[in-house]
Every structure is written in C-alpha cells, then in structure tokens.
C-alpha cells in the first residue's frame, strides 16, 4: 500500500466523493486541505471535517500556488479549469478519488462497468449475482452514488483482500486515472454525451475507453459486439485484455435470441425469466452474467439473481397506473439515447415529459422514433429549443416537471403511457437525476 503519511494533499471540490477521500486521507496520516467554491458556513460536514483537522478552503489563486504532493479532484469539475490547468503547470499530480482508493486498498477483484447508457441496471445486477455467488465479499460502489474511497473504509479493504468490487465508472472519473486496472472491464455502448464537459464526441468516447487502457492478458473485456463504435474504437485503442464477447443481434460467447439467453452454443436461462422490460435490458442483462462469469460466479447464483431482479429506480421505472394511464419515471435517461432507447420499450402511445439542463446536444436522433409518441411535453432550460426541433412547435412547453405532468395529464387516456425521460441532466433546477425522479414520482402518486 502507497503510503500517505505526513504528505500534504490538496482535493478540489467536496460532494460525496471529496468528503470520502477527505476522510480516508487523514486516516492514513495526510494533511488535507478542500478547496470549495462553497463557503466554509456552506458546507453541512464543517464540523466534522474540521474536528478530523481538515482545512476548509476557498478557490482564490493563492491556495493554488500553495506546496502539495497531491491533487484529487472531483469527477464533476472540468480539468480544463484555471486552478487545475495550474496544479498541472506546477507539476502537481491531479487524481480523482477512485485511483487514490485503488492505490491504497490491499488487492481487490475489481469489475468496472461503463458506457453511456445502462450502467446502473448492469452494475446492479451483477452485484446481486455476485452477492449471491460471493457472500459478505461483494460491494457495489463508484458512480452509483457511494465513493469507492467510502466502501474501503466501511469494508477494511485497506487490509483484506480478495474482495469483488463492482465500480459503475463515469467517464468523469475515467480521464484522471493512472495505475487503476480492473480484472473485468465493459463498455456497454457509445453514444453522443458531456460533450460540453469533453469538448468534443472523440474525447468523449476515448475517455471511455480508458477502462481498458491498463489491463492485460490477464483480464477481460466484455465486447459489446452490437455496437459499432465499440467496433471502431476498439481498433483505434487495441485491448490487451482477453476479450469475450456478446450480443442481442449475432452469435457471440453470449447471445440472447427471440427466447433464451445461450452461452458457449447451450441455453443458460429463457428470457421470460427477466422481471425487467425493453430488449435494451437483455442486453444489460447478457453484460452482467458475462462480468459475472469472468469473475468466476456459478451458473446457479447468475440464474437466481437474474430471476430475482426486478431493474433500478429512475430506470423506466414504473410509478403507478391512474385511470388506465401508466406513468414511468425515467429521470436517469440524461442524453437522447437514453430516451431512444426508453421510447423503444413501448408499444403504446407514449406522452414524452423532456428537458431539463441545456447540454446543447442534437435532439435529431430522436426523431425516427416519435412515431408512437402522442405529444412531446417540453420543460426546463432546454425545453424551448427541444420543441421547436423535435416537434416544429407543435408540442407543449411549459416552465417546470408539476407543469409539464399536468399537461400530460389532461392529454392522458387509457391505454396511454407518460414517460418521463428528460434527454439531459437536471441541473437546471434540481440537484441530481434522483431529486428530479423523487419530485415526479411523489407528483404523480399525489395525482
């Protein structure tokens, strides 16, 4: 284990992920100091912080000329930021809190899941896979809301070893790693997404295949062999992994057809045993078993979580039905292909609820599959301009998600469907995803 005893560590935003690493830092001995924009009387963990000898910051340039041996940066903040730009110039290292976990904990079984889309759903069933498979040693963590520095401290996985950690990995936190290597890696999909954090849809997707960029023979990379820019980059970016592959379309190592999920040319399990909906999630489903596998769970515990999953919660997730009207919430689907594919898992008419964050992304791609939607709904930032693009103006735009569901609402008959999937972030008037989901979920319950 690296040590960090007596060095001087700067961590640049806090959150969940920078309180963590805060904490595990000084529990290896580090001076710590946080630079936040927020005002120390701002930050609700003040005390705490300070009772552990923390210093509380603010980002005046002074603070950036100070003499650290590190930086860990959170995933949300921009590297291309004045005050990181300079750290760098400065020949200070800038990391982010998943490869300070990954340098300090003893040797772990690490699967990382990315992509653009289906991340959650897949991370989440392969840790009940693996829970069932390996019990009291699996731990689900990363970007799906708990900081991987957060469950080596609550697990002791500074000093046991041999756990299996799945890590849902953003591509915010994948462009400042250097030594981090998972056992199994997989890129779900590649779809257009943070090109206002990236720069462009090249760096974006490179990013993500920086999950891959430290493995060798000795590991595995799961092949989506269904996408094409999976295909592409792949060929730019050559994997040194072993590579296994599956797909929703061909044969491949891992296949689903019309009715059973086959590995290796025999039936694993039928698809009717899947809770969860849309072909989109079968394909998750064959990520998960094929990680699952290559981390050596048996047949009997993928098949037993599999039939026991029933999906996430701001995943197309069904809220309630009202006057033969169901409502689904799916605040997680933040980019337009998550909408696409929210869309695709209906058959009935659809009232699309959409916007939120103004990403400046095209809504174009969406538009083939506006045949089955009855009215666009718009709200939000980018409310204005998704109505004017997707719909010519003949949608509905309001100021806010109470708004929009009671124009859908009124629009509503039996049979119909009211989907919520934003096609971008929430940061116009919510805080995260989760808070714009809750908000609709306790909306239309009150209905």
């Known amino acids: 284990m ?25 529990q290896l001995g580090a001076a710590v100091t946080v630079s936040e924009r927020k005002s120390p009387e701002e930050i609700p963990e003040k005390a705490e912080l300070e009772a552990l000898g923390v210093r509380l910051t603010g980002q005046t340039p002074e ?43 003893a040797p772990q079984f690490y699967i990382a899941v990315t992509g653009t889309n289906g991340k959650t759903t897949t991370a989440s069933l392969l840790y009940e896979i693996l829970q069932k498979a390996f019990p009291g040693k699996a731990h689900l963590t ?29 591509n915010f936190q994948l462009v400042d790693i250097v030594d981090f290597c998972p056992n199994v890696a997989v890129i779900l999909n590649l779809a257009p997404d943070h090109i206002d954090f990236m720069g462009s849809e090249d760096a974006y997707y490179r990013s993500k295949c920086r999950v891959y960029e430290n493995m060798d023979e000795n590991g595995v990379f799961l092949k989506n062999a269904d996408d094409p820019l999976i295909e592409t980059y792949t060929n730019l970016l050559p994997v040194k992994a072993k590579t296994f592959t599956f797909s929703i379309e061909k ?26 909906v849309g072909r989109h999630n079968v394909q998750n489903v064959l990520a998960a078993v094929g990680a699952a596998l290559a981390a050596g769970a048996d047949e009997a515990s993928i098949i037993a979580a599999v ?42 008419p659809v009232i699309l609820l ?9 809504f174009t791609p969406l538009k083939p599959y506006l045949k089955n939607v009855k009215q666009v709904v718009g709200f939000g930032a980018c409310g204005e301009r998704l109505i004017r693009e997707l719909t010519e103006n003949s949608g509905i735009l309001v100021e806010n998600l109470a708004q929009a569901l009671d124009a859908a609402r009124k629009l509503a ?16 008037q919510y805080s995260c995803f989760e808070e714009r989901g809750d908000h609709f979920k306790s909306l239309v319950n009150a209905l």
């Open 413 to 428: 008959e039996a049979g119909d469907v009211v989907l919520l999937s934003p096609t971008t972030s929430s940061f116009d």
């Open 2 to 26: 690296e040590s960090y005893n007596g060095k001087n560590i700067l961590i640049l935003g806090l959150a969940r992920s920078g309180l963590a690493a805060a904490k595990l830092l000084r």
């Open 307 to 348: 039939q026991g999953f029933s999906g996430v919660e701001h995943r197309i997730e069904f809220v309630r039905e009202l006057d033969g009207v169901r409502y689904y919430n799916d605040s997680k689907g933040t980019n337009v292909d998550a909408t696409v594919t929210a869309l695709k898992a209906f058959s009935q």
């Open 354 to 362: 959409a916007g939120g964050y103004e990403k400046g992304l095209s």
């Open 142 to 170: 990363g970007n799906i809301g708990k900081a991987l520095c957060e469950t080596v401290m609550e697990n002791d996985l500074l000093h046991q070893a041999g756990h299996y950690v799945v890590l849902e990995i953003s």
């Open 63 to 105: 603070i950036f000329e100070e003499d650290y041996d590190l930086a860990i940066k959170n995933p949300g903040i921009n590297g291309n930021l004045w005050f990181v730009r300079r750290l760098r110039e400065r020949g200070i290292p800038v990391i982010t809190e998943i490869e300070l976990a990954y340098r300090v904990a």
């Open 251 to 276: 044969p491949a190592e891992l296949y689903a057809d019309a009715q059973n999920v086959i590995l290796n040319n025999r039936i694993l399990f039928p698809l009717r045993d899947l809770k969860i």
